[in-house]
């Protein structure tokens, strides 16, 4: 019961109502409280004048379109359409309503029957519907009291077996010392001295012990309310057009004479039946409610382990790259430091030769200097002419590139990261993650491949750090001759072995793996050639061709093609058409001169060129997604052609959503009846369901413009110009409908019952799109 609590407190003073009013609204208010908030309304607008205008006192759902100005954002204010209102700054009440300072508080020595009487045309504006209210002649007794309100206050409050408090204490309430059954009142010590004094006609009631007279006030018989406009009368009748109890007398010559009446008797039940039938509708939905948090509340939980669990498997994958960078810059620096070791030994040996021809040099340079010294002809000329032709032969020694180092200094090895850190900036997350866990493809095991005679042998394994358990695989081959690939072994074994090949022919094999929820993309394509006596496996086949010695820049065409055909000699541009399929694709490309026709190429050719890589994004494939859409959606034709039961639009997504790329999508429309209003767009997972497409701020979306049965809805998403793009039968409506595009976007439709619409997906971009971004 304690979330009762608040519906049990007065909008404007926050505390349990004492003596509430129930006004016309609805809504309930301490008469205290009332009296409070009243403000003095001009002469023209007294109850007189409204029934001299024809205006009915029950007409208060109307009366917010007068001149009293309500501002429903803050509150209601300052009355500023009455010259005669007086400005009076609002406060706020302890739960938040704001309220117009109260009266001044009556003399203590007063009894609360000797407060002031309402002003004349006063006016009361509800704090919680900011209806404003003109009241009567009758003032405030013209609001019947919610005898019901007091009556559960009371049960709350002996539920709680809180302490009785004083009912007349102005701030904060004292405990109760005394209960008088006549007032009915409970009073603290000061409060009974001030306003119950014991003396006069007050000495004649019976003062009780707070417990004793809430057990007395329980005992007793409830009070029975009484008409409002003829205070000795009780409620007998209940009138079906004003809503509300009568007496016999109002029957009679009152307004509700020529009103169909009830018995009060009778309407009780049936409005308790009605209640409660409401309140089991009720109880469903807090039901389902309660269901609901408890939901959200293990999403949390779940989320946050996730994440733990991605960020581990990020790390993870990270590291397994920086494990793969470090290896492989182990292995180049390793054929530096051979590099280094080659060099170094190149030189030492040539200083070492060098240095011995050198020192030859260097004895005969010093014997032939004795020789000239001596003074014997005859002598000389014997051995001057051998010297002679040894001297020179020695110079001519030297001249033959002795003197030329064997090897440079610098490093002739060029290191190419250029692929790397195009890879490395390209590294991001998938953004099309698929609802359900697909395996990685698997990877082929070169080193235990191998082919001989008519047969071979393939082997495969699973990804390191795959997280999703494989239970098994798939193995294609095609038949030799370049046809379709075929089935050649379904199981869970990671080896295979396939007989029956034909000598001197090329195969290409392939694997996925496979689950109960889905199917891995296809492993690399294993090149595998049989001959007789001779094996050759590799991952990708090497075609070398002639290209010219200019060099062109690559570029991609639309449509693309999933085929590569290559010719064996041309002249001039050529260009290949690549169209995606329904996975990633990521194509290498190098090119080669060859100087002159007929040569061998592979002792005479030129270096390839520098390494293209061609990334071509996949096509989107999607369906509606029963999951996310409104109850009120009907699904056929596998998830593509989506109506509704209801007359009230309803939204259904997409199961893809985009934060990149360039995507295009058509709806027909195939049935249009009675000119609904359908909304075609992109939307936020988390857009309202229940209303029209584009009526909350998650939602981009076209509800008009020539829309007919037959008529074909075109949406295209640029999300690298971050643009959003209608059109209309291939004809573009008007130019970008929405720019600065960020963000998960998925497809999304909104339709009632009149209205029936298929969605076409994997489609190219229309011609006017790639003509206006020739243009830009």
Known sequence: MDEMEEELKCPVCGSFYREPLILPCSHNLCQACARNILVQTPEAESPQSRRASGVSDYDYLDLDKMSLYSEADSGYGSYGGFASAPTTPCQKSPNGVRVFPPAAPPPPHLPPAALAPVPRNACLTCPQCHRSLILDERGLRGFPKNRVLEGVIDRYQQSKAAALRCQLCEKAPKEATVMCEQCDVFYCEPCRLRCHPPRGPLAKHRL???????????????????????????????????????????????????HEVKALGAMWKLHK???????????????????????????????????????????????ALIDALNRRKAQLLSRVNKEHEHKLKVVRDQISHCTVKLRQTTGLMEYCLEVIKENDPSGFLQISDALIRRVHLTEDQWGKGTLTPRMTTDFDLNLDSAPLLQSIHQLDFVQMKASSPVPA??????????????????????????????E?????????????????????ETMCTVDGLHFNSTYSARVKAFNKTGVSQYSKTLVLQTSEGKTFISEEQTLPFPVPLERFQLRRMSPFSSTLNLQPSFSGRSYFELRSSSHPLSLHSSLQSLNSAGCNFETQSAPYSQLAI?????????SFDPGSAHSDILFSNDNLTVTCNSYD???????????????????????YDNHPDPAFGVARVDVLKDVMLGKDDKAWAMTEGGITKGATVGVLLDLTRRTLTFSINEDQQGPVAFENMEGLFFPAVSLNRNVQVTLHTGLPVPEFYNSRASMQ
């Not at 061609?614 to 999607?622: K, Q, T």
């Not at 997409?654 to 999508?665: A, E, I, M, N, V």
């Open 208 to 258: 009780v012990p707070p417990a004793q007279g809430r057990v007395s006030r329980r005992l007793s018989p409830r009070k029975i309310s009484t008409c409002t406009d003829h205070e000795l009368e009780n409620h007998s009748m209940y009138c079906v057009q004003c809503k509300m109890p009568v007496c016999y007398q109002c029957l009679e010559e009152g307004k509700h004479s020529s």
């Open 273 to 319: 039946s009605q209640l409660s039938q409401a309140l089991n509708g009720l109880s469903d939905r807090a039901k389902e409610a309660k269901e609901f948090l408890v939901q959200l509340r293990n999403m949390v939980q779940q989320i946050q382990e996730n994440s733990v669990e991605f960020e581990a498997c990020l790390v993870a994958q990270c590291d």
């Open 441 to 470: 493809p698997p990877i082929l095991q070169l080193e235990e491949c191998c082919t001989h005679n008519n047969s071979a042998t393939l082997s495969w394994k699973q990804p390191p750090l795959s997280t999703v358990q494989v």
């Open 472 to 492: 098994g695989y798939i193995l294609e081959l095609d038949d030799g001759n370049g046809g379709q690939f075929r089935e050649v072994y379904v199981g869970k």
């Open 614 to 622: 061609l990334c071509v994004f996949p096509v989107a494939w999607f």
């Open 649 to 671: 639009d309803r939204v259904v997504l997409g199961k893809t959503g985009f934060s990149k790329g360039l995507h295009y999508w058509e709806l027909s429309i195939d049935r």
